[in-house]
């Protein structure tokens, strides 16, 4: 029996405001956080099976050109026929980014990048394996010949006409406005930087596959996985029931899941291949520097009368991503005047794809820096003149909003920032400091992310009382869990529908023969499997009522007790030993069409500069974000703290280098590639606002995992201008540019 719910209209039932334990938004912690927190939650690499053989990527040392000649000799003579090099073309055509699952249009032996996997070696131990991997001799040919610079003019650019937006007149507006800001940022490429890196054992069972992974969209991966090896989908498994982050990195598949499958199948054995921290930096993916032309321009009053943000970004040839840097500038304010363009460069650099909020994330950065400087054109308080510009609709396709906090965000976040507090002259506080060598300034930014639910599937069971034990209920998806809390979420919503304490429900994920959910990404996981797993509840319900003789909505259910209507009976007697199952099934239809659905915050920070060394060291934050019903305090609070963290990285010290001969990337682990530490972290602060978006999904959440990075570093920059006067364009905000 299923409950099929499409969003073609407001949804405001508002089940979970009237449930009787008030679980809902409460800071419930993770059933799987002793497991991981003892070790005996298990990742991909730490799978072992019996026979188990392993693999190790071998890259391209050019960035062009075609492998003419992979020379195995010097191999063999010093390990023997234990190890296998597998050069099979299907490993260069694992599907990246972006692509919608198809396979890349390079040729199966053209090289596109440095660091491109080429070939697997397999032997029977990794460091067998590794030492064979740098044995292996590979002749190129041609290929000196490549682009590595987007800026470069002999650098080929391809308009993404499909995102152009220009509405009104931006240069008339610009040439007779009153204030108006025009000026160049640029923002480093990113690296997602998950804790685990990439993994994969592949076993076969006859025509069947089984992979044990790291991946944040099981269904899409599995057809990917199914596409890149040319089997029926069908026969392919995949199992990922822990995954230490994503951040984008586990979106797609990538060669160390085909390179294991491919191996496993030849050799009639198990095979594990696991990328070092340098393979994920060059062979995963990269977020794509950006370079942005912001032009703003207000009247006297500060309304903003035009918008310009015209972008150029860059990936691989032939790779359809682009990081859609706009996206946030199409909504986030009202102003009349508006082009907004982006452009990709083909550069023969690591392919760049979706990483940690793409397109809002560096996006805003820039508009808030512009932002902040136009404010200070003006002579207005920063705040204020986002609380002047805040739209009625959308200034792009006039779509309403579905629910929208912007201005009680930014309100919200002064009061509790006391943000009254700041010195609008810039370079002028040095309290507190007797040698006169740390500034201190405040600066903040807005934060928006747009909301999406995608179709997801989930199974809840109510199983019989056993040996005089309580109900107990199940609840299966293959939606994933990259640590972002959706163990807690899920088990939390229907322990709330059924009445049952969060340890009657044991939640099964991360496996591709459950029900299907569109996964990890994009903030629409807890929004679009949680709507899944709350309308298999309701269905549940209604058939608990039906039992007991009473409508589902005068039904409550409450520590094993069903009462309604004029009954009571045990949930037990209900069930009268027997299983129910429910399948819930969501589908975004016209809300997701006919309304603006966004998220929205207020990032509010004070720094401190060295005015001797040029050191920023940020001593406060304060995030406020409204994202819909929020459906778990902590996990919701986790997932704010980590993207202002990034924003921290973003703001001060992520940067990946690229060598200008041939484009290979410079810093490839954590020793040059700098993410926030602790002592970079100081105590945040996160406020989260009640809000319910009814457009959104029947829960009435929206998805928050992204929005704590979009705009978060300008807080930071912004700040860094009010400590010293700096106007800090070219990210990161390293010293030498601070001073
Ligand atoms: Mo996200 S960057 O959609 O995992």
């Given at each position: 029996m299923n409950r099929h719910h499409k969003m073609d209209s407001a949804d405001r039932q508002n089940r979970l405001d009237g449930m009787a334990q008030g679980l809902i938004g409460t800071d419930v912690p993770r059933p799987d956080g002793m497991a991981k927190a003892t070790g005996t939650a298990t990742y991909a690499a730490e799978e072992r099976r019996e026979g188990m053989l392993h693999g190790v990527l071998v890259r391209a040392t050019v960035p062009g050109g075609r492998v003419a000649d992979v020379d195995t000799d010097a191999l063999a003579k010093a390990l023997g026929d234990d190890v296998t090099v597998i050069t099979d073309a299907r490993l260069l055509q694992v599907?990246?980014?972006?692509?919608?699952?198809k396979a890349p249009p390079q040729g199966p032996d053209l090289v596109h990048y440095v660091g491109q996997p080429l070939a697997l070696v397999v032997a029977p131990s990794f460091e067998v394996a590794r030492h064979g991997a740098r044995l292996l001799g590979i002749r190129y040919e041609g290929g000196e010949e490549g682009h590595f610079d987007p800026e470069d003019d002999a650098t080929p650019t391809e308009l993404r006409d499909k995102k152009t937006v220009d509405i009104g007149d931006l240069d008339a507006a610009m040439a007779k406005a009153a204030h108006s800001v025009d000026a160049v940022w640029r923002t480093p490429g990113h690296v997602s930087a998950a804790m685990e890196p990439h993994a994969a054992v592949a076993w076969w069972e006859g025509e069947h596959l089984t992979v044990r992974s790291a991946l944040q969209m099981l269904k899409f991966n599995r057809d990917e996985l199914a596409d890149a090896l040319g089997i029926p989908a069908e026969n392919v498994r995949l199992l990922a029931p822990?995954?230490?982050?994503?951040?984008?990195?586990?979106?797609g598949i990538s060669h160390e899941a085909v390179g294991a499958a491919i191996a496993a199948r030849q050799l009639g054995r198990p095979v594990r291949v696991v990328l070092s921290r340098q393979q994920v930096f060059e062979a995963v993916m990269r977020r794509s520097e950006t370079r942005q032309h912001l032009r703003l321009c207000a009247d006297e009053e500060g309304r903003l009368t035009g918008i310009g943000h015209d972008c150029l970004v860059s990936n691989l040839p032939?790779?359809?991503?682009?990081?859609?840097?706009?996206q946030g500038s199409r909504f986030a304010y009202a102003a009349p005047n508006r082009h907004l363009s982006l452009r990709l460069a083909r550069v023969n650099r690591t392919c760049a794809g979706s990483v940690r909020a793409p397109g809002e994330a560096v996006g805003l950065t820039a508009l808030e820096n512009a932002m902040d400087e136009l404010a200070e054109a003006i002579g207005i308080d920063p705040v204020e003149l986002r609380l002047r510009n805040v739209p009625e609709e959308d200034p792009t396709d006039g779509k309403p909003f579905s629910s929208m906090m912007m201005a009680e965000v930014l309100r919200e976040g002064a009061r509790r920032f006391d943000w009254q507090r700041r010195n609008p002259i810039p370079a002028l506080r040095r309290e507190g400091d007797p040698r006169r060598e740390w500034l201190r300034g405040m600066g903040m930014s807005l934060l928006v992310r747009g909301n999406i639910l995608d179709e997801a599937e989930a199974r809840v069971r109510l199983l019989p009382a056993e040996d005089g034990a309580p109900v107990r209920a199940e609840v299966e998806t293959d939606m994933t869990d990259i640590g972002t809390g959706s163990y807690a979420v899920l088990s939390q919503i229907a322990a709330e529908m059924l009445g049952l304490p969060m340890e009657r429900v044991t939640t099964r994920l991360g496996d591709s023969a459950l029900p299907p959910s569109p996964g990890?990404?994009?903030?629409?996981g807890a929004g679009s499997s949680g709507s899944s797993v709350y309308l298999a509840c309701l269905e549940l319900r209604t058939r608990l009522a039906r039992a007991l003789g009473c409508d589902e909505g005068e039904l409550t259910l409450r520590d094993g007790q069903a009462t309604g209507g004029n009954h009571s009976r045990p949930l037990a007697e209900l069930l009268d030993g027997g299983t129910i199952e429910a399948v819930g099934h969501i589908e975004p239809g016209k809300t997701a069409k006919e309304r603006r659905q966004a998220t929205y915050g207020a990032q509010f920070a004070e720094v401190e500069v060295s005015r001797h060394t040029g050191e920023v060291r940020v001593r406060r934050m304060l995030g406020v974000f409204a994202a819909g019903r929020i459906l778990n305090s902590r996990t919701a609070r986790s997932q704010c703290l980590g993207g202002m963290t990034f924003g921290i990285g973003m703001a001060l010290s992520e940067e990946l280098e690229h060598d200008p001969r041939d484009g290979h990337l410079v810093n490839r682990d954590f020793a040059g590639y700098h993410i926030p530490v602790n002592a970079d972290v100081p105590q945040l602060e996160v406020h989260l606002m009640e809000e319910r978006d009814p457009w959104a999904n029947p829960m009435q959440s929206k998805g928050i995992g992204e929005l704590g990075i979009c705009g978060a570093a300008a807080a930071i920059t912004n700040a860094i201008h009010n400590a010293t006067g700096a106007r800090v364009?070219?990210?990161?905000?390293t010293p030498d540019r601070v001073l």
């Open positions: 599907p990246a980014q972006g692509t919608d699952g822990f995954v230490g982050g994503g951040f984008g990195s586990k979106l032939g790779q359809d991503f682009a990081e859609p840097v706009i990890s990404g994009g903030s629409w364009r070219d990210y990161p905000a």
